[in-house]
């Protein structure tokens, strides 16, 4: 299968002002989140691992604007981004962060672990690619309940390489489940390069020998994620089994807040914030066409500010978890409905 | 020279057999290769091939006939000419080499002296019972509950096509058809992920593994994914499925093939772990365990799944899991056990009670959520345990019974409680090493009249 070069160039004479800015206003919500979380990591108000997005927002907003009401998703512990482009509250995700009783899992899950049934979010998993049997496994449900809803399975570059992997590859491609799965190639698997933990560097075309269809996308361009998104998810709902999108995307932060990211060279990281910001990408191409002014970013600008210092008033006022959640969650007690 | 054929062992834990069909006649030339019979197991049909050259001079077991021991001879092989020898046919066979299992139950009518007041709380007197196997009663389980709920399907290697690597799956693949009985490749850690993400989307799968020791691959899926997430969520979404299969040792298949995984699960909150002796616990908690809320581990036994039991014939018939089963009640000390190893703990009994001593034998059902409360009434009682399992003495099921104990009924102690496990061994496979490395129910008498004082 010949890898499909995204149409962004074609796409962009078409994308409307109303959806450049709803790009735009979703990217920078997710850049000025984290930057927030960062921040509120280094005055200790979030501990452990913290994970950040930045430099890797247009994937998942482009790929949510492919998305439809009920499509499912599911990623690995780098899942901020993913919680806010899918609607979430982020409030709900600050206060996890910060380990309060307003988190989305009462605090008891933390930045690698959050949910929410209601915006069809699974997680936020912290072992290295085991999130991917499970988004097979959502995929499956949908299928066997008859439904043709999709699910997207984010993984990055470093989990690409875990055996479970291809064990679901198999399963998803013999049992045509409705799976889209997202490789992040962020090029960083936390210290070790692409080039140093694998050979074949195209990661897609590992589906091939398990006959899945796939295609490396441009993951700085959101109209190009969100155009292969689209093809992704039209295989998938038509019944032909799952898809790969290796996105090709870059990491601005260290794998995580602890990380002194001396594996790569500030210049690199200043080249590719440079010259491929998806968040510039967009601005750009609003202000050239002329679908916004000066003003009218810096008024989204301020309002996006507004909503994540909310977020983190938020984060900081709500409680500590009552100490009785110790012991509660641990067994469900209610016996589910018959399906 | 005539040559004996004898039943052949055809699985690890065969000791008998069923002659079903003999595909040869006196009087053929048989040639190596030639299928000679087909004998069935209590696993599958199997055919049953010619080493040896030779003419039929007879043919000693009829079509048919049942319980053919294995070694015992079946037929003889004459060269040209040669007459049948006279005195042959006769058993010659030797004990088979697999650890000896226990008399074939007698259910409750061979029941002895003590009182059986608390002994049978599972069903009513007048329910009517029915012989089953543990094998039988695991398909029925999960046949009624696939019957009950169309959410609930059953996943592994082999258990759609070939009706179960075990057996245990037949006819379900007939009855459900391949949408909710599935074949799965040999990939322990993906099709373990993909059950778990299934139930985070509403299924109640049922994970078959071939035996629990192929479970390693996909312990990350159990233990991370299914037993956390509901904690991890607060409360938004967990995993109602089942993981189940043959746990700890059959027989002659080595260190790798023989592991009891009981003392691990139980160590895991957010799991349930239920481990069944007989075939109504079997039905009644594997009932359970499919309608719980929860991810179960339910570990069976190879060696119990040809077992026969008495199981009530009732449209519903559940067992609640925290609930422990006195399976014989007695004053002199508490043996609790779990699983196969109420064999030995039973078998213990029996040889104590020729001596005067009265044990009170406790199958707990569910080590995780686990009826401490019954074994410590029992204490209270007795004033001395004996604790009965086939896995390895560091960090066992019986060192955190003995904790239990200590911590909450020290002053009824009148002897330190004795923990009898397997040996402290990689499973070993000669015969005779592997009856050493697991428990006896001799080891259990020697314990017993330890804190007895005998």
Redesign the interface.
């Known amino acids: 299968m010949p890898a499909k070069k995204a149409a962004a160039k074609s796409a962009k004479s078409n994308v409307s002002a109303e959806e450049l800015l709803g790009h735009y206003r979703e990217m920078l919500l997710i850049r000025r989140f984290e930057e927030k979380a960062g921040q509120l990591y280094g005055m200790g108000l979030i501990g452990g691992f913290c994970h950040l997005y930045i430099g890797q927002e247009a994937v998942v907003v482009g790929l949510e604007a492919a998305a439809d009401e009920g499509d499912?998703r599911?990623t690995s512990y780098r899942d901020h981004g993913h919680m806010l482009a899918c609607g979430m509250d982020p409030k709900g995700v600050m206060a996890e962060l910060t380990g309060r009783e307003g988190?989305?899992?009462?605090?008891?899950?933390g930045s690698m672990?959050?949910?929410?049934?209601e915006k069809h979010f699974?997680?936020?998993?912290?072992?290295v690619g085991?999130q991917?049997?499970?988004?097979?496994?959502?995929?499956?449900?949908?299928k066997?309940?008859g439904n043709d809803r999709v699910t997207f399975t984010y993984f990055g570059d470093g989990a690409a390489n875990q055996?479970?992997v291809y064990?679901?590859y198999?399963?998803a491609e013999?049992w045509d489940l409705p799976v889209v799965f997202v490789i992040e190639n962020n090029q960083y698997a936390m210290g070790t390069s692409v080039q140093r933990s694998t050979k074949s560097p195209s990661m897609w075309k590992r589906g091939v020998a398990y006959g899945i269809p796939g295609e490396e996308v441009d993951g700085m361009d959101v109209l190009a994620v969100k155009t292969a998104g689209e093809r992704a998810i039209k295989h998938c709902r038509s019944g032909k089994g799952p898809y790969i999108l290796e996105v090709k995307t870059y990491r601005y932060r260290g794998h995580s807040m602890s990380d002194p990211a001396k594996y790569r060279t500030r210049e690199e990281v200043q080249k590719v914030r440079d010259e491929r910001d998806p968040i510039e990408h967009v601005r750009e191409l609003l202000l050239t066409g002329k679908h916004a002014t000066e003003d009218d970013l810096k008024a989204i600008d301020k309002e996006i500010k507004a909503v994540v210092n909310e977020a983190a008033e938020f984060a900081k006022e709500s409680p500590e978890p009552a100490l009785d959640e110790l012991w509660?969650?641990?067994?469900?007690?209610?016996?589910?409905q018959?399906? | 020279m005539a040559t004996e054929i004898l039943m052949p062992a055809l699985s690890p834990t065969m000791e008998e057999g069923t002659l079903a069909k003999w595909l040869i006649k006196e009087g053929d030339t048989v040639s190596s290769g030639d299928i000679m019979a087909e004998i069935e197991t209590d696993k599958a049909t199997m055919e049953f091939e010619a080493v040896d050259e030779g003419i039929v001079g007879k043919l000693l077991v009829a079509e048919g006939t049942e319980g053919v021991k294995v070694n015992d001879v079946i037929a003889i092989l004459v060269e040209d000419g040669e007459d049948v020898p006279t005195g042959t046919g006769e058993s010659k066979a030797e004990p088979a080499p697999a650890p000896a299992a226990e008399p074939t139950p007698e259910p409750a009518a061979a029941a002895p002296a003590t009182p059986a007041a608390d002994t049978s709380p599972d069903w009513d007197a007048d329910v009517e019972l029915k012989q089953t196997t543990v094998r039988e009663a695991l398909r029925d389980a999960m046949a009624e509950e696939m019957r009950r709920d169309e959410a609930v399907f059953l996943m592994g290697e082999e258990v759609a096509e070939y009706q179960g690597a075990y057996k245990i799956s037949q006819g379900l693949l007939d009855e459900f058809g391949a949408k909710r009985v599935i074949d799965t490749p040999i990939t322990e850690h993906g099709f373990a992920g993909i059950g778990v993400g299934a139930a985070f989307g509403g299924l109640k799968p049922i994970v078959e593994f071939m035996t629990f020791n192929f479970a390693m691959q996909a312990i990350d899926q159990i233990i991370n994914s299914a037993a956390k997430t509901l904690y991890m969520s607060g409360g938004q979404m967990g995993a109602q499925m089942v993981f189940r299969g043959p746990n700890g040792a059959a027989a002659r298949v080595g260190a790798q093939h023989s592991q009891d995984y009981s003392a691990w699960y139980m160590q895991i909150p957010g799991l349930k772990v239920a481990i069944p002796y007989s075939a109504a616990d079997a039905k009644g908690l594997l009932k359970s365990a499919i309608r719980d809320p929860n991810p179960v581990i339910f570990l069976e036994n190879e060696i119990l799944y040809g077992k026969s039991f008495e199981v009530p014939i009732l449209d519903d018939f559940t067992i609640p899991f925290g609930k422990a089963k006195i399976e014989r009640a007695g004053s002199d000390v508490t043996i609790v056990s779990f699983g196969i190893g109420l064999t030995y703990a039973l078998e213990a009994a029996e040889k104590l009670a020729e001596d005067g001593i009265n044990a009170e034998v406790i199958n707990l059902r569910t080590l995780r959520p686990m009826d401490t409360e019954t074994i410590l009434a029992s204490v209270r009682k007795t004033n001395r345990c004996v604790t009965v399992e086939e896995g390895w003495p560091q960090g066992s099921v019986g060192g955190y019974i003995s904790s239990v104990i200590m911590q909450q009924a020290f002053d009824y102690l009148d002897a330190p409680v004795i923990t009898c496990t397997g040996k402290d061994v990689p499973m070993p496979y000669a015969a005779n090493l592997e009856k050493h490395a697991l428990l006896t129910s001799d080891e259990v008498v020697k314990a017993c009249k330890d804190v007895t004082y005998r």
């Open positions: 499912k599911i988190g989305y899992s009462k605090g008891k899950g672990h959050m949910f929410s049934k699974y997680g936020g998993h912290g072992i085991a991917v049997p499970l988004g097979a496994g959502l995929a499956f449900a949908d066997y309940k055996g479970q064990e679901t198999n399963m013999l509660t969650d641990i067994y469900a007690t209610e016996v589910q018959e399906a």
